[in-house]
């Protein structure tokens, strides 16, 4: 199979395994093609509900390269219905789960998920796509993140933990120079001063096994934030940025429990400085 139905495939998967009570939440989760929203939509209101169906959304070019591709777009629609009042639909009812539930546990069940080999899913954002008095669509868009199999360093230690899915991002670098003219001389004279560091950021989700671990490793990342003592950035290509130093730490979104890995994840960003080198 190819790796687009890879990744397809192991949504569908992860969606399917979603239980309520021993028994699978849904009624049919299956690949959707479909070039747009609306028929994409049409498509699930023939499905029995609930129902999630997971649509390719195309690839991502990569920043600056010619021909690259990168992460992978999804979207996954959740249908539900609503016997008994036109709210059933959405906030569901004793014996319903509706729509607002039901992509609350999709959600819960495809963000930082491996898919695809070196691959984890981020959420992008989700809207309602559809709805009527008898049911809801919820439309929720996801990414197909590239992310190394080794954790990055930073001076020599893994300070996101040995559970954390992190990417790597490396900044521009940029030469320093003052430039000056002469009234009367064509061209510019410059003079170069060498050149200026950049911006290394790491994102991902911090993961431990409980509270407590988790707490652990973000005091010691806060620690790490404003110490001027450079240290070399290492990340699992083996390149390496000398003279880092921690600018930024910031905590997206609350912390949660994942469901299928049963760990305490917290997304997050760290950003260094790269003073020299």
Do not use: K
């Amino acid at each position: 199979m190819s790796e687009l139905g890879d990744i397809e495939a192991a949504v569908v998967s992860l969606i399917e395994g979603i239980e309520a009570n021993e028994q699978a939440v849904f009624a049919r989760v299956g690949g959707v093609a479909a070039a747009d929203r609306a028929s994409a939509v049409r498509a699930l209101e023939r499905w029995p509900r609930p129902a999630a169906g997971v649509v390719y959304g195309g690839r991502e070019r990569v920043t600056g390269a010619v021909s690259a591709i990168g992460d992978v777009r999804l979207t996954v629609l959740v249908a539900a219905s609503g016997l008994r009042s036109a709210d059933a639909a959405r906030v569901g009812e004793l014996d319903t789960v509706g729509a607002f539930e039901l992509a609350n546990l999709v959600t819960l069940a495809l963000e930082g998920a491996a898919v695809g080999g070196e691959r984890r899913l981020v959420g992008i954002d989700e809207q309602i796509a559809a709805a009527n008095e008898r049911g809801v669509i919820v439309e929720q868009r996801w990414l197909a993140e590239t992310v190394d199999a080794a954790l990055p360093t930073f001076g020599g230690a893994v300070i996101t933990g040995s559970e954390s899915i992190v990417a790597v991002h490396v900044g521009e670098r940029r030469a320093a120079s003052v430039s000056f003219a002469f009234p009367g001389i064509d061209g510019v004279y410059r003079h170069g001063l060498g050149a200026r560091g950049r911006r290394i950021r790491w994102s991902g989700q911090l993961r431990a096994t409980g509270h407590a671990s988790l707490n652990e490793i973000e005091a010691g990342i806060d620690e790490l934030v404003g110490v001027c003592r450079p240290r070399t950035v290492e990340d699992a290509l083996g390149r390496t940025f000398d003279q880092c130093v921690v600018e930024r730490f910031a905590r997206s979104g609350p912390r949660r429990v994942h469901p299928g890995a049963g760990l305490y994840v917290q997304a997050f960003e760290i950003e260094f400085a790269q003073l020299g080198g």
